[in-house]
């Protein structure tokens, strides 16, 4: 059973359209991410949610949005695509719950490519 | 505030010879450290993790880390390199867990 699982693995779409990235996680954890990787490899944190409420937004556009219709779920959707939108999107989840500091597990990234 | 320095974007080692990957970190409260592995397409796997219990700590596939305050450090080891430990690696401060910082990765070739 895949704990952290993220659709679709590949998104290739054009400017200007909108699209939408799904990730569910099965570990009953709390704490849910989603992270940007670049061409360089650098990740960075872009949301944090801790039971559906938005915990961190790191100056992200607001063409990016956040939804966690429950604990389990946390999709992305980004408006009005750029080519510097490009990179690989990771969601996680992890049991931090402000208390203690656990791992956080990932899905296998999504890669878009904005054409 | 937070922050992770990985001091080598590249490193290279021959097969069987030890890895050293190096992280300094800053972090205003007790940290939770962590070194990742990610190979080529694929998502990322922890390593192990410190969460202030032992300071030498073990983790997956041979490789250790050693937590020392005095130094800021959380550098990674392993004793002898296998051709699939070939990979990017990420050192990982986090705070209580909402907001963890990944350094900016250090790519392990292992020569044959």
């Known amino acids: 059973d895949t704990a952290v699982s993220q659709t679709p693995k590949y998104l290739v779409t054009q400017m200007g359209n909108d699209k939408s990235i799904k990730c569910e996680q099965n570990?009953?954890?709390?704490?849910m991410y989603w992270y940007k990787q670049d061409s360089k490899k650098f990740l960075k944190i872009m949301f944090s949610?801790?039971?559906?409420?938005?915990?961190i937004n790191e100056t992200v556009p607001n063409r990016f949005s956040p939804k966690s219709p429950d604990k389990a779920h946390l999709n992305l959707h980004i408006n009005s695509l750029e080519l510097g939108d490009s990179a690989v999107y990771f969601c996680?989840?992890?049991?931090?719950?402000?208390?203690?500091?656990?791992?956080?597990?990932f899905g296998q990234g999504t890669r878009l490519t904005v054409v | 505030a937070q922050s992770v320095t990985q001091l080598d974007s590249h490193v290279s080692v021959s097969e069987g010879t030890p890895v050293l990957l190096r992280c300094n970190y800053s972090?205003?409260?007790?940290?939770?450290l962590f070194w990742y592995v990610q190979h080529p397409n694929k998502g990322l796997q922890l390593l192990l993790k410190?969460?202030?219990?032992?300071?030498l700590v073990k983790g997956i596939n041979g490789f250790e880390a050693e937590f020392k305050k005095s130094e800021t450090s959380f550098h990674l080891t392993k004793p002898s390199a296998h051709m699939s430990d070939a990979a990017e690696y990420f050192c990982?401060?986090?705070?209580?867990?909402?907001?963890?910082?990944f350094g900016a990765g250090t790519r392990l070739f292992v020569k044959a």
């Open positions: 949610y801790n039971n559906k409420e938005l915990i």
């Open positions: 972090s205003s409260y007790s940290p939770s």
């Open positions: 410190y969460t202030s219990a032992a300071t």
């Open positions: 990982v401060v986090s705070d209580r867990g909402f907001k963890t910082i």
């Open positions: 996680a989840s992890s049991l931090g719950t402000g208390q203690g500091t656990t791992e956080a597990f």
């Open positions: 570990l009953g954890h709390d704490t």
